[in-house]
């Protein structure tokens, strides 16, 4: 894995310095009620010079073109990474729950397991855990996200393989 770190990244943020940008490209799903999907996804990992990272995740639906055509879902949250590659995640949906996500940092691999969920009385779907798994593979971000809701045991949910995107030379 190559990569360089920018001179302002945070020490704490060292193992997941990699993550640093914006990563696009498309996923594919499978829920009950609602069965196999495919979506695109863009995830934007940031820092402000502290020790965590800022993350935003967005999904929509595509088009027969393959093109982006209508909201999905999105997350936002953060990342604080600690000491000896542990790693807490803190999430929050629009479909109205949060996730508090603990575990650990291993080179370029990421795995977390739920540690917290709590929702709204509207939240739909009713979810009560999870985990995912992140990973570079060949310069690429690739996650599966497992997950259960009330009624519905672990099982895989979305999972995807994002390219990163080169910033912008003007």
Avoid at 2 to 29: C, K, M, P, Q, S
Avoid at 63 to 75: A, H, K, R, V
Avoid at 137 to 166: H, N
Wanted: proline fraction near 6%.
């Amino acid at each position: 894995m190559h990569f360089e770190i920018r001179d302002d990244v945070n020490e704490a943020l060292l193992g997941t310095a990699w993550l640093l940008g914006t990563w696009v490209g498309n996923g594919h799903g499978n829920w009950p009620d609602v069965g196999d999907f495919e979506f695109g996804q863009r995830i934007d990992f940031s820092t402000n010079g502290g020790p965590f990272l800022h993350y935003v995740s967005q999904c929509w639906t595509l088009g027969p073109d393959g093109q982006p055509d209508q909201p999905l879902t999105m997350e936002d949250g953060f990342w604080r990474p600690g000491a000896e590659g542990e790693l807490e995640i803190v999430t929050t949906h629009p479909e109205g729950f949060v996730e508090v996500w603990a575990g650990h940092i291993k080179g370029a691999r990421i795995d977390v397991t739920t540690d917290l969920v709590a929702r709204t009385r509207t939240a739909e779907p009713s979810v009560s855990g999870g985990q995912r798994l992140y990973g570079n593979v060949e310069g690429d971000l690739l996650y599966a996200w497992d997950r259960a809701a009330e009624g519905v045991p672990l099982q895989p949910y979305m999972w995807a393989r994002l390219r990163k995107q080169e910033p912008d030379a003007s």
